[in-house]
């Protein structure tokens, strides 16, 4: 049988139509799909995925925290409230325009290991997630709904270099793509790594903050109003000295949003 002849063929012709190749295509696919959803399921078997918060197995719809987990997050709901006790850390001190904090947790509870979850076991996925919610919940107030660009506090980049990664960075990525706005990652810098400071008096931490950050790149800044990102508020002292640093730039508006409030 030659070449021509058999391109000529019925059997040639039926197995190169369009509607056949098709047909072939989406067997594939299908097949494709449930051979994907077996590994899955196999390997939720194997590796379950687990709450970040109370450590129960996930169900396949749930994404870090299980249902209970986040209908329980101890939520501020301080970005509808400017008279909050976050905005009041920073009165008579330092001008922000608003203030706010996702979620409040005490020491030892199941919320006050999702940060460090997120801070020393490497999980971003964490950081990203309730970024993204918090960033919803912001959306529903008009004082956040105008933010036009989020910064998260910098660590020292020796510092982010030992850790891979600067949690308030990825929590920023979460808020901002839901805000439809971008990070900033290169215009507020720290110059000194002032991190080591648990075992010094409040005083001396004052001080300590002083100074620490520095802006560059100001055009990217002016005119604008920024959120300020942070994992955890105490204290309040570096995200003053941030916001300081921030207000050096012309015509500047700052508001600090961070994950949690200890
Ligand atoms: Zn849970």
Redesign the pocket.
């Known amino acids: 049988m030659t070449t021509e002849y058999f391109k000529k063929s019925k059997i040639f012709r039926s197995y190169s139509s369009p509607g056949y190749i098709n047909n072939v295509k989406a067997q594939y696919m299908k097949l494709k799909k449930n051979i994907t959803g077996i590994i899955d399921d196999l390997a939720g078997l194997f590796f379950p995925r687990i709450?970040c918060?109370?450590?129960?197995v996930l169900h396949k719809h749930e994404e870090v925290?299980?249902t209970?987990?986040l209908y329980r997050l101890p939520r501020t709901n301080f970005h509808m409230l400017a008279d909050n006790s976050v905005s009041r850390l920073f009165w008579g001190k330092v001008q922000v325009f608003q203030a706010t904090a996702f979620f409040i947790f005490s020491k030892g509870s199941?919320y006050q290991k999702l940060i460090h979850q997120l801070k020393y076991r490497g999980k971003k996925e964490v950081g990203y997630y309730l970024g993204r919610i918090f960033g919803n919940d912001l959306k529903e107030s008009k004082d956040y709904r105008n933010i036009d660009m989020v910064i998260p506090v910098p660590l020292h980049p020796g510092k982010q270099k030992k850790r891979g990664f600067n949690q308030s960075e990825i929590i920023a990525e979460g808020i901002a793509f839901s805000l439809n706005v971008n990070v900033n990652v290169s215009s507020l810098f720290r110059k000194i790594n002032n991190e080591t400071q648990t075992r010094k008096t409040k005083f001396d931490r004052w001080n300590n903050v002083k100074e620490i950050f520095g802006v560059k790149n100001e055009e990217l800044l002016e005119n604008k109003h920024i959120l300020l990102v942070d994992d955890v508020v105490t204290t309040g002292a570096t995200l003053e000295s941030c916001v300081n640093t921030l207000l050096m730039v012309k015509n500047i508006k700052v508001s600090i949003a961070t994950l949690a409030a200890a």
């Open positions: 709450c918060a109370c450590c129960e925290l299980c209970l987990c199941h």
